[in-house]
């Protein structure tokens, strides 16, 4: 393999759980095992990814393949920075303190009606993803354990 240019794409926490999960399919349907350190890395970052307070570990799943253009266009008026649009990929936030963490000089740059629009627009394309909530009703640890193997049946 020979890298043309680097960091040319940034890849959001969803499109490498898209990518690992299909690379476990397709090694499933061909009935082939990938090289041992393979299977560990994507066991290991499959576990990770799925493992709270992650918005990946949400079950059912939220996020959607079009959930990526979907935010991208309903968050251009805005002029977020490519890192700022992978971190609310990454973390949804859902309040503005969880926002303003994201992004750079929020309170400078935008209203607060603004701020309130960009926490609405997450939470209709991402989902709701209540964390607070799951730790309440104990839920926050449920799957922790869980070992995730390249060849398991279910494809999340």
Known sequence: MKILESQSAVLSNYEVYQHLTDQRDRYKQKKHR????LE????????????APSPLSQKPLTYIPEAIAQIIEK???YELSKGEMVMILNLRPA???ALNTVIEDMTERYSDEQQEEMV????D????FEVAEAEANG???EGEGEDVNMNDAEAS
């Not at 990938?34 to 350190?37: D, H």
């Not at 560990?40 to 493992?51: A, D, N, P, W």
């Not at 394309?125 to 709701?128: F, I, K, S, T």
């Open 120 to 123: 609405g627009i997450v939470a």
């Open 34 to 37: 990938g090289p041992p350190n």
């Open 139 to 141: 839920d926050a640890g």
């Open 95 to 97: 309040s503005i303190a």
């Open 75 to 77: 968050l251009s008026p």
């Open 40 to 51: 560990t890395v994507v066991r290991e970052m499959l576990q990770y990814l799925r493992t």
């Open 125 to 128: 394309v991402l989902g709701q």
